[in-house]
């Protein structure tokens, strides 16, 4: 027996944080497939930031939203790095002002989403590929800023 689909948005709607991005991959897991997804983007319940990748309609999404959707719901090992990561747990050095650089890095091989990547999040994005720390060094993902 199959969910109705007005009680599989009412579900989504409830599950989705705001300012959190949701891949077609998370979609997925409430029994939403393309075709239920394209009728939701006609429809002007979500909106669509780049291929596989959403936003609800009228919610603004930054990119530690879109990190934290990267991290929970693709499982990809991308996390905060260099000053981001220091100014994400409260230990900048200085005030910045400006477009802030947004440092990310992940292991070798390891690649950003093209929706992401093409996304104008009005923070430069430096993704960085490294072999240089251990896979068991304990680094966690961080929770994302709620507005």
Known sequence: MSVPREKKLKNLLEQW???LVATS????????????????LKSGWIEPLGRGAYKKSKDTVEWYGALASIQKQLLL???L????ALGAQGSAHYVRFGKEKVFLFSRLNQK?????????????????????LPEDIGITAQDYPRH
Request: hydrophobic letters at 35%; aromatic letters at 20%.
């Open 25 to 40: 991959t998370w979609l997925k897991t409430f029994g939403i497939f393309t075709q239920l997804t394209q009728r939701y």
């Open 77 to 79: 090992p991308v996390n």
């Open 112 to 132: 950003l989403p093209k929706w992401f990547l093409d996304y104008d999040w009005k923070n430069p994005i430096e993704h960085v590929t490294t072999s240089f």
């Open 81 to 84: 790095a260099g000053p981001t």
């Open 17 to 19: 944080p705001p300012g």
